[in-house]
């Protein structure tokens, strides 16, 4: 497992949103309490600020119904970063795309 929290790691990926922000998920499983919990968390900084979205369901109810609604969740957040706001406000103002 991942350190001491007995977590196993399921897969990674990367994309690029809004403001060309880089978004890193990651996709594990963790005990607790005997209970295997699927894990997903999704990190991203913008403006400076680290910003994350985690989203966790019991093993079982992941695998089978509840998994697909949660990656869609976590492929869903994104965070407008103030100095993309800025710049595109500003490239708009002056004519460019």
């Known amino acids: 497992g991942i350190g001491g929290a007995g977590a196993s790691f399921r897969s990674a990926s990367q994309r690029t949103g809004p403001g060309k922000l880089l978004y890193y998920t990651a996709e594990y499983t963790k005990s607790v309490l005997s209970v295997s919990r ?56 002056a004519g460019g795309p």
Do not use: H, K, N, P
């Open 38 to 93: 699927v894990v997903l968390t999704t990190l991203v900084v913008a403006d400076g600020v680290l910003f994350t979205l985690t989203a966790e369901e019991d093993q079982g109810r992941f695998d089978g119904e509840m998994g697909g609604a949660l990656r869609d969740a976590v492929a869903s957040f994104v965070v407008i970063s103030q100095t993309a706001a800025v710049e595109a406000a500003a490239a708009e103002a």
